[in-house]
């Protein structure tokens, strides 16, 4: 017997991180790289030095050695000066933006799988709902206690269920 694959089974699906990793920067990606590169570009000319990408590509949560910075200068069209402009900047930042969301579940496809385990549609996952959903959708049946131990784990406010944030 095949288990039904609905929407909160997404972490199951084969291919997910191909697929994300396979697409283009949204809108919101490429706003983030915007602000991001602007806070850098201090006088405002639309450029930033190598020595500001890695300052950049720090606060931004990447980790170049100053090694692998000298690579990356060779790798990007480098303007006047050895400056970095946005498109260049966007360029080098996207196979490492899609490479770390790349296995990431977006907000959308997050919000569908909840509505799965939220059957009542209340807002909120109780622990019937989750063995319920679980049994349905995958198949397992789960003690009482571990079902517990899931919804504790996940449970931020403490008051025995689950909601979207």
């Given at each position: ?107 959308h496809e997050m ?25 349905r959708l995958l ?27």
């Amino acid at each position: 017997m095949e288990v039904p694959m609905g929407p909160a089974c997404i972490f199951l699906r084969k291919g997910i991180a191909k697929k994300h990793r396979d697409r283009p920067l949204g809108p919101d990606e490429i706003e983030e790289l915007r602000e991001a590169f602007q806070e850098f570009d201090k006088d405002r000319d639309g450029f930033i030095s190598c020595k500001d990408l890695g300052n950049l590509m720090r606060t931004m949560g990447y980790m170049p050695t100053e090694m692998e910075l000298a690579e990356l200068g060779q790798q990007i069209r480098m303007n006047l000066g050895g400056r970095v402009d946005f498109e260049d900047f966007v360029e080098l930042m996207t196979p490492k933006l899609l490479a770390e969301t790349a296995g990431m579940i977006g907000v959308h496809e997050m919000r569908d799988a909840f509505k799965e385990f939220d059957t009542n549609g209340d807002g909120s996952i109780t622990l019937v709902e989750l063995r319920q959903a679980l049994q349905r959708l995958l198949g397992e049946q789960l003690s009482a206690r571990e079902i517990s131990e899931v919804v504790q784990e996940a449970d931020v406010n403490g008051d025995g269920t689950v909601d979207f944030e």
